[in-house]
């Protein structure tokens, strides 16, 4: 008769996960705040909204309905609603969009119905004080004709900073020497072979006082 051997099965401790890998998996709080139901940060046109949910959570076994001015969270197998309230400000329904995250988060990014600074996500929740939020926008954040505008501006500012003439400067400039150029083919300019030098004559004075005129005649 065979002798059993009873066999030990080795059981793997949990593994517990620090509190800074937790903290490092939370979203920014960036012009948002922490509160016991989520996290949220804010720029000028969206809301991002993380919901903690129970490890292994997937999109199926969850209900969310997004409003204009209403958000309610539920899981399928619980009874009380993780966030049932009315929103801060109103919201693009049709532009928002949520997903889960390492199915232990659920992700909520709203697209605001006009740009504002929102002082909390749920009524009657923590407020934040909006005075200290940054409310400046990124240049894709504006349309295409204002980022080329803006594009144009900072790149002004660069040339200065850099001691380059303006582009428009730049242009008198050109603007000029051909004038000269001419004037001095047709005997008309009493300096004629010399270059012209828009630090001896100024710019954007044309002989209105900010500085010498040019030497050539009408």
């Known amino acids: 008769?065979?002798?059993?051997?009873?066999?030990?099965?080795?059981?793997?401790?949990?593994?517990?996960?620090?509190?800074?890998?937790?903290?490092?998996?939370?979203?920014?709080?960036?012009?948002?705040?922490?509160?016991?139901?989520?996290n949220w940060s804010q720029s000028i046109n969206e809301v991002t909204v993380?919901?903690?949910?129970?490890q292994g959570t997937?999109?199926?076994q969850l209900v969310v309905v997004m409003k204009p001015k209403h958000l309610y969270?539920?899981?399928?197998?619980?009874?009380?609603?993780?966030?049932d309230g009315d929103l801060q400000e109103k919201v693009k329904v049709e532009d928002s969009f949520w997903n889960i995250e390492d199915k232990k988060y659920l992700n909520i990014v709203f697209t605001k119905a006009y740009e504002a600074i929102w002082k909390t996500i749920i009524m009657g929740d923590k407020e934040i004080d909006t005075k200290k939020v940054d409310n400046s926008k990124r240049i894709e954040e504006f349309d295409l004709e204002t980022q080329g505008h803006l594009?144009?501006?900072?790149?002004?500012?660069?040339?200065?900073?850099?001691?380059l003439p303006t582009t428009e400067e730049e242009q008198q400039q050109k603007l000029m020497a051909q004038i000269m150029e001419k004037q001095s083919a047709a005997g008309m300019n009493p300096m004629a072979g010399l270059p012209y030098d828009p630090k001896k004559y100024g710019q954007n004075t044309m002989g209105s006082g900010g500085g010498p005129a040019p030497p050539f005649r009408n």
């Open 1 to 38: 008769m065979e002798k059993k051997v009873d066999k030990k099965i080795e059981v793997q401790p949990k593994k517990e996960v620090s509190s800074s890998v937790l903290e490092m998996e939370k979203i920014s709080t960036y012009n948002g705040d922490s509160t016991e139901r989520y």
């Open 50 to 54: 993380q919901i903690p949910v129970p």
């Open 58 to 60: 997937t999109a199926k």
């Open 73 to 83: 969270v539920k899981l399928v197998s619980q009874d009380t609603p993780l966030i």
């Open 151 to 163: 594009q144009k501006v900072l790149y002004e500012q660069e040339r200065k900073r850099q001691g």
